[in-house]
């Protein structure tokens, strides 16, 4: 049923699209440089490499499967593959450690970034070194990638979005966009537009019925696969046609817009570090893998232990560093010291924790570019994990898992460069 439902989901689409007129910029679309590179092989039906790179929004099989299937449709002498590097509940400041594993590895010749809902919160400034750290990695190594930011939103913007005004992380990333004159499609142009004329419920009930209207999310943030997501490839599929000057050009990398930009983030396996004997690695039949939200493979190695003796050392120059692990019913916390400071404590674990495992990760405090070593243990302090599991009662299932207190740790984060011992 969902085959015949997007089929006719991309003819509707294609035939939309053809109509469109391309003299100007689109709603939604600041074309900047355009994408010049995909165009110039679609021109010579080379094949194209397309990395979606984002949040739960494009790990979903939504406009990332819908824009594919139109692209593949629309150019049917091409031969497109696409690759899903969406991580359901993560913005840009992991999206920039994960670039190597999660992009390049590909050799994409476009990327998409869709990082705008999840970083609704993230510090502005972290926005942009993020966001400025994903296109010089990107240009860094291979300046022929075209790259295009993609702006999805949620209930928590409409007030911004109604008064006119991009919300906080666009505006943030429209600055990275506008520094490197890379193309940007924000979707909330034509959602407006249907809820301003009462064709559109954007958070809907389930029930109740809306005749004749499109229910635009469920839940505030997550488009529906019939009516939400085939708005935002409406979106998308005009304003790449509307980008459509062809040129094999080198994308200039000038000089960095802010000196702090996340460029040397790295994502390095925790067991590349040095780290106390008492660590266990954890095989995919344990219960930390059991329930588990997202995929299994953004953590190929995790070393689980709630002895607080155990460690794991790291010594680097640069100015950040944090964890990519897992949190569950299961997971407690860490300490965290830092140049031989006062440890902090860090708990791992949210009211999102009661019925699944998932990943996560953390960053730690801003640093000086010199030399530090961190050290991270276990923490096994107990707190009443019931209390907090209540704030989100249906998610409680896995009580058996409450009274155990574990650190799981999978990578490193840093920005900078490892020091050998």
């Given amino acids: 049923m969902k085959k015949f439902l997007f089929s006719g989901i991309i003819a509707c689409l294609i035939g939309f699209c053809l109509s469109c007129t391309t003299t100007e910029d689109s709603a939604g679309l600041q074309m900047r440089a355009g994408l010049p590179n995909l165009n110039y092989k679609i021109q010579k039906n080379e094949p194209v490499s397309v990395v979606f790179l984002g949040g739960s929004i494009t790990n979903h099989q939504g406009y990332r499967v819908q824009i594919t299937d139109w692209l593949k449709q629309q150019y049917s002498n091409v031969q497109f593959t696409s690759i899903n590097s969406g991580i359901g509940g993560t913005g840009s400041d992991l999206g920039v450690f994960r670039t190597e594993r999660d992009v390049l590895q590909y050799h994409p010749d476009l990327v998409f970034v869709e990082f705008a ?110 009516g939400g997501h085939p708005i935002y490839t409406k979106t998308l599929s005009r304003s790449l046609l509307q980008m459509n000057k062809a040129q094999e050009k080198a994308h200039a990398l000038k000089a960095p817009l802010y000196p702090g930009n996340y460029e040397k983030a790295k994502m390095i396996p925790v067991t590349e570090f040095e780290h106390s004997e008492g660590w266990k690695l954890l095989s995919k039949d344990d219960k930390a893998f059991s329930n588990f939200q997202g995929d299994q493979k953004a953590l190929p190695v995790v070393l689980e232990s709630s002895d607080s003796e155990d460690f794991v050392k790291v010594h680097f120059k640069g100015i950040r560093v944090g964890v990519f692990d897992l949190i569950g019913p299961s997971s407690g916390g860490m300490t965290v010291e830092i140049d031989q400071n006062d440890p902090s404590y860090i708990r791992r674990f949210d009211k999102y924790c009661g019925d699944r495992n998932r990943t996560n990760y953390c960053l730690f405090e801003s640093l000086n570019e010199e030399e530090h070593t961190i050290i991270i243990r276990p923490d096994n302090r107990r707190f009443e994990k019931a209390e907090i599991y209540k704030m989100n009662p249906k998610r409680i299932k896995e009580t058996e898992y409450f009274n155990e207190f574990n650190t799981y740790l999978g990578y490193i984060l840093l920005v900078g460069d490892i020091i050998q011992n």
């Fill in 117 to 226: 809902v999840n970083d609704a919160k993230t510090d502005s400034l972290v926005i942009a070194h993020s966001m400025e750290g994903i296109v010089r990695k990107i240009w860094h190594h291979n300046p022929h990638t075209d790259i295009c930011f993609l702006y999805t939103l949620n209930e928590p913007m409409l007030d911004d979005l109604k008064a006119g005004k991009n919300y906080r992380s666009v505006r943030y990333m429209e600055t990275v966009a506008d520094y490197y004159d890379i193309p940007s499609v924000n979707f909330a142009d034509d959602v407006l537009e249907l809820l301003n004329e009462d064709k559109l419920v954007f958070k809907g009930d389930s029930k109740k019925e809306y005749s004749g209207k499109i229910v635009f999310t469920n839940d505030g943030t997550h488009p529906t696969y019939d």
